[in-house]
């Protein structure tokens, strides 16, 4: 399985921003994806996630309320919708996908949020 984020950019704080994460040699809809990032000089951190089966979600604390994760079946994507962002976002994003012990990471895309 081999994981290509995209979407990413600069932004002006308080906008928006939608993170795409495509696959290739598996269906990603058998996953549970995570969305992860890191920022200079910083551990990377979970920021959310979306369950294979049910789709059901998970935020970390500072995203909770202004980004939502998403699948789409049909396009065999997941989705990061970034709003309000702050510059405290700033940082490579990487999609993780999980199943049975087996995980695999993208090449991740850079997000920067400007002042």
């Known amino acids: 399985l081999q994981l290509v984020e995209s979407g990413g950019g600069l932004v002006q704080a308080g906008g928006s921003l939608r993170l795409t994460c495509t696959a290739s040699g598996a269906p990603l809809d058998r996953y549970a994806i995570a969305w992860f990032r890191q920022a200079p000089g910083q551990k990377r951190e979970g920021v959310s996630c979306?369950?294979?089966?049910?789709?059901?979600?998970s935020y970390a604390d500072s995203v909770k309320g202004r980004f939502t994760v998403s699948r789409d079946v049909a396009k065999d994507t997941v989705y990061l919708q970034m709003n309000s962002v702050e510059p405290e976002d700033t940082a490579v994003y990487y999609c993780?996908?999980?199943?049975?012990?087996?995980?695999?990471w993208g090449q991740g895309t850079q997000v920067t949020v400007s002042s």
């Open positions: 993780n996908a999980l199943l049975l012990g087996s995980n695999y």
């Open positions: 979306i369950t294979s089966d049910d789709h059901t979600t």
